[in-house]
């Protein structure tokens, strides 16, 4: 069963940056597309970046790009978003998600097919 750990999550003031990992056990990491989703306060879990399986492709949700990028390393089981010139709005917990297919994270929504998350690292970004 895939587990997946997010962290590098922390406080930070408005235009700075924070690096965030996950890492992956159980099954084929190079298997699995990985995806970042956030979840605000009050606010539905949205869609932040996807990758595809060897890293070649990425996708973006609009209020981060530009601003956010991501990669992963397969011989280290792990993906890396670095989210750069943070905003206030940035503020959520964010959460990584794996799929079988980079597709699924073009609904840019929580989906059946997301196989597995984590428990998400709190990033806050204050002015």
């Known amino acids: 069963q895939v587990q997946l750990v997010e962290s590098g999550g922390g406080l930070v003031q408005a235009g700075g940056s924070l690096r965030l990992s996950c890492t992956h056990s159980?099954?084929?990491?190079?298997?699995?597309?990985l995806g970042w989703f956030r979840e605000a306060p009050g606010k539905a879990r949205e869609f932040v970046a996807a990758?595809?399986?060897?890293?070649?492709?990425?996708y973006y949700a609009d209020s981060v790009k530009g601003r956010f990028s991501i990669s992963r390393d397969n011989a280290r089981n792990a993906v890396h978003p670095q989210l750069h010139n943070l905003k206030v709005e940035d503020t959520a917990v964010y959460y990584c998600?794996?799929?079988?297919?980079?597709?699924?994270?073009?609904?840019?929504?929580?989906?059946?097919?997301?196989?597995?998350w984590g428990k998400g690292t709190l990033v806050t970004v204050f002015s």
């Open positions: 990758v595809d399986h060897d890293g070649g492709l990425t």
């Open positions: 998600t794996a799929s079988t297919s980079y597709a699924t994270f073009f609904t840019t929504r929580p989906h059946p097919d997301m196989l597995s």
């Open positions: 159980g099954g084929t990491f190079s298997n699995y597309a």
